[in-house]
């Protein structure tokens, strides 16, 4: 059975950054894209960024040019890279398989403050 374990939110001040890091076991991180994704209180969940096997990369416009996913393969690992962070990233961040969602895991709270 596929897992996602999503990990390395956290509370940060407005510009700072964090990385998040989502270990997914199974071969659907082997065959898939993989995409992260964020839910706001009261907000549908969002897709944030997506990366192919290949490395190819596509953002959304709101965290285009600060943002950066990227993977390793090799451990079944998935990363987002989050650089001057603003209020409204605030959220919990998921990664999934994209655009095939498989079961969805806990998640990992970002709080970003003023």
């Known amino acids: 059975q596929v897992q996602l374990v999503e990990s390395g939110g956290g509370l940060v001040q407005a510009g700072g950054s964090l990385r998040l890091s989502c270990a997914a076991s199974?071969?659907?991180?082997?065959?898939?894209?993989m995409g992260w994704y964020r839910q706001a209180p009261g907000k549908q969940r969002e897709l944030v960024a997506t990366i192919t096997n290949g490395g190819s990369t596509n953002y959304a416009d709101s965290v285009k040019g600060r943002f950066t996913i990227s993977r390793d393969n090799a451990n079944n690992t998935v990363y987002l890279q989050m650089n001057s962070l603003k209020p409204e990233d605030t959220a919990v961040y998921y990664c999934?398989?994209?655009?095939?969602?498989?079961?969805w895991g806990q998640g990992t709270q970002v709080t970003v403050s003023t």
């Open positions: 999934n398989s994209y655009p095939n969602l498989i079961r």
């Open positions: 199974g071969r659907v991180f082997r065959i898939n894209a």
